[in-house]
T-cell receptor, first 116, second 113 residues
Framework: GQQLNQSPQSMFIQEGEDVSMNCTSS?????WLWYKQDPGEGPVLLIA?????ELTSNGRLTAQFGITRKDSFLNISASIPSDVGIFFC????????????????FGKGTKLSVKP | NAGVTQTPKFRILKIGQSMTLQCTQD?????MYWYRQDPGMGLKLIYY???????DKGEVPNGYNVSRSTTEDFPLRLELAAPSQTSVYFC????????????FGSGTQLSVL
């Protein structure tokens, strides 16, 4: 199966700091997605990326689809306490590469803690 | 606008008991999914459905069953609960075929003791 790595596993930062996390894969993907899970809730889609090299922002969040199509990065600027949660990257498998319809592969997540 | 609603929020089962996790959505989405989330392991797809009457296995279907008699409802059934099924279960729906924009419920935390 695909080798998927999301790092770091966890981060403890001070309010106001910038945050950077990434996902890498041994396989090529045609879609990269970033979800956030608030404590006690289900994940919510933050950003979707569809083309190699694509850079997309959503408020203080910026995500990029790597040129090789094997990685993606998420940056959060000027973190605030409500940024606390788990950030997941997810992949939409290319048809014919063993993916069942609608099957997203989720990374293991980056748990973010923000100290006020 | 309720979105995806899951019940119950918490449940404790004894080994061998059975139960049904309920999921309903009011967005008229054809595509619905069940995921389980184990600590530090991300989400794994159990079953999914592309419309009423059509279901298919995901990555970890063993020990579970599903049905989809209506567009709105997608219950997940555990017939003989085992400790390995202790997890947080999420139901999700999506409006389009590729399923990338998933709308999740708030989860059911299940413990099997």
């Amino acid at each position: 199966g695909q080798q998927l790595n999301q790092s770091p596993q966890s981060m403890f930062i001070q309010e106001g700091e910038d945050v950077s996390m990434n996902c890498t894969s041994s396989s090529i993907f045609n879609t990269w997605l970033w979800y956030k899970q608030d404590p006690g809730e289900g994940p919510v889609l933050l950003i979707a990326l569809y083309k190699a090299g694509e850079l997309t922002s959503n408020g203080r969040l910026t995500a990029q689809f790597g040129i090789t199509r094997k990685d993606s990065f998420l940056n959060i600027s000027a973190s605030i306490p409500s940024d606390v949660g788990i950030f997941f990257c997810a992949w939409q498998l290319i048809q014919g590469y063993g993916g069942s319809q609608g099957n997203l592969i989720f990374g293991k997540g980056t748990k973010l803690s923000v100290k006020p | 606008n309720a979105g995806v609603t899951q019940t119950p929020k918490f449940r404790i089962l004894k080994i061998g008991q059975s139960m049904t996790l309920q999921c309903t959505q009011d967005m008229n989405h054809n595509y619905m999914y069940w995921y389980r989330q184990d600590p530090g392991m991300g989400l794994k797809l159990i079953y999914y459905s592309v419309g009423a009457g059509i279901t298919d296995k995901g990555e970890v279907p063993n020990g579970y069953n599903v049905s989809r008699s209506t567009t709105e409802d997608f219950p997940l059934r555990l017939e003989l609960a085992a400790p390995s099924q202790t997890s947080v279960y999420f139901c999700a729906s999506s409006p389009d075929r590729v399923g990338e924009k998933l709308f999740f419920g708030s989860g059911t935390q299940l413990s099997v003791l």
